[in-house]
């Protein structure tokens, strides 16, 4: 830009806490969003057919997650004339006593659990996962527990469905808590709405990556991946690579395919956190394959730390990051220097937005929940101090 003259603001984010959409919809609450004039979302992948290609119109959907935390602040009042008028000690072992926090917990896991059936359809694409977090457990065998946490978070197509999970959890934690004698207290992780589609930045980027052309892989990466399939056991590929990870696929056949694997009635697919942003500015999101290796017959697939590893060589990662940056870079000097792209970018925003309202589902000073006992991710081993 500089050595071209070529004017302009050139912003760079990279967000923490991606799985939970921690950061994303609170800064998009915050205002950093707001002078955007187009936004360029990148996530290497391997799978087809979000493989060196573009979204189009199937974008990713609706993320809910929420913390409820059951509190039993009051356990003397469960049951007055259960206690022993003889005994010296009015909470002794003997003593019937409130139930307890983790009662609570567990009457909510497993309510909401058995009644995944009964949430949503059994087509279409949306998942349900938790989380018990790490603090209130009482270690002395006379007292309840206190506090237990349970993080539930729910991806679905659609917000419609999302707030419908949202309404069963609800019901089921202030029977849960009503159950063990505890109060509730409810805490949102993340709220956020499915992405919204621009073609005219998404056919732009997607040129710029066809001139650039899909990752390589050389003799190097090769035999770095072939020494993977022999420290595993695994008959040892020619060409060990997943073929689709070296190829180009258009957007529009990249939608077709997707939607093949989909319900008729189902508009997103997934979740993932770029969503929020693409209601501030036009936003294109791309794919470029990360290396994958392609199953040898009869062996199933590789385990899970197979892809972690081939991410962390070199040799492996560096044809990704290339073509990323490459296209990246293709893409914001067409933003630069022709400013028809970015007009069209934004009618079609607009038009969108107009269409289809749809505003942000959290407050403007909604913060964070960094504060809650997350679980351990490092401990020192030195001090022993932990860090969430």
């Not at 997707?258 to 993932?272: G, K």
């Not at 017959?297 to 490459?326: F, H, Q, R, S």
């Amino acid at each position: 830009m500089t050595t071209h003259g070529i004017t302009g603001t050139l912003l760079y984010t990279g967000e923490p806490a991606e799985k939970m959409h921690g950061s994303k919809v609170v800064h998009g609450l915050r205002g950093y969003y707001d002078e955007a004039d187009a936004i360029v979302s990148f996530h290497p992948f391997y799978m087809l057919p979000l493989c060196n290609t573009a979204r189009w119109d199937t974008q990713c959907g609706a993320y809910y997650s929420k913390v409820y935390s059951f509190l039993c602040d009051e356990p003397e009042t469960w049951q007055l004339s259960s206690a022993d008028p003889h005994s010296p000690i009015p909470a002794s072992h003997s003593a019937a006593r409130a139930p307890g926090a983790n009662l609570a917990l567990t009457q909510m896991l497993t309510s909401s659990r058995s009644m995944l059936d009964s949430m949503l359809p059994a087509t279409g694409g949306w998942s349900f996962t938790d989380a018990i977090l790490t603090d209130g457990q009482a270690t002395a065998d006379n007292l309840p527990q206190r506090v237990a946490r349970v993080q539930f978070s729910w991806r679905t197509p659609d917000i419609e469905m999302a707030e419908h999970v949202l309404a069963i959890l609800d019901r089921n934690a202030t029977a849960a808590a009503m159950m063990a004698h505890c109060s509730v207290e409810e805490r949102w992780v993340a709220r956020s709405r499915p992405g919204r589609t621009n073609h005219v930045l998404a056919q732009a980027l997607y040129d710029n990556l066809a001139e650039v052309g899909p990752p390589v892989y050389g003799s190097k990466a090769v035999a770095l991946a072939q020494e993977v399939q022999r420290n595993l056991g695994v008959e040892v590929s020619e060409n060990p690579f997943l073929p689709e990870t070296e190829r180009l696929i258009e957007p529009q056949e990249a939608e077709r395919q997707l939607r093949e694997q989909m319900p008729a009635w189902q508009r997103n697919w997934t979740s993932d956190d770029y969503v929020e942003m693409s209601h501030y500015a036009p936003l294109v999101r791309f794919y470029v394959s990360r290396p994958a290796l392609a199953s040898a017959p009869g062996a199933g697939p590789y385990p899970g730390w197979v892809m972690n590893a081939l991410g962390g060589m070199p040799e492996l990662i560096a044809p990704t990051i290339l073509t990323a940056g490459k296209t990246i870079s293709g893409m914001f000097l067409d933003l630069f220097t022709s400013p028809d792209v970015l007009a069209q970018a934004k009618e079609e925003y607009e038009s969108r937005i107009a269409k289809e309202p749809m505003p942000a589902l959290l407050p403007a000073d909604f913060a964070a929940p960094v504060d809650l006992p997350w679980p351990d991710y490092r401990v020192d081993r030195g001090s022993g101090r932990r860090c969430w």
